[in-house]
């Protein structure tokens, strides 16, 4: 698997086949969750409230930094020093039922 950016859609693609954990889009939720759209479209739930007491997550108690969340490469990340793995994030988040086609 290989992802690349893609001058023309102005998005990240995969060449060959992507794993189902390659985070497509965010978006972050007042209440401290996220609405991820993987590979394939498949939307999932992830409740981001406990990564909140590790320390490295710290900054994002802070609601304004935390809705800040955007999609770099396959995964999401706050800033340089702060993301969380794509794997982490499927396997920790539960099915909304919804399928984004587009």
């Known amino acids: 698997m290989e992802i690349v950016y893609d001058a023309k859609s102005k998005d990240y693609v995969c060449k060959a086949s992507c794993p189902a954990w390659v985070v497509k ?7 401290y969750t996220l609405l991820l759209t993987f ?8 409740n981001a409230r406990p990564l909140l007491e590790k320390a490295i997550y710290a900054p ?11 999609v770099d490469g396959d995964t999401v990340i706050w800033s340089e020093d702060i993301d969380i793995a794509p794997e982490h994030l499927y396997q920790n988040s539960k099915p909304t039922g919804g399928v984004d086609n587009a």
Do not use: C, H, Q, S
């Open 25 to 31: 889009a965010v978006e972050p939720r007042r209440d």
């Open 39 to 46: 590979t394939g479209g498949e939307k999932r739930i992830y």
């Open 60 to 70: 994002l108690k802070n609601l304004a930094f935390f809705l800040g969340a955007r």
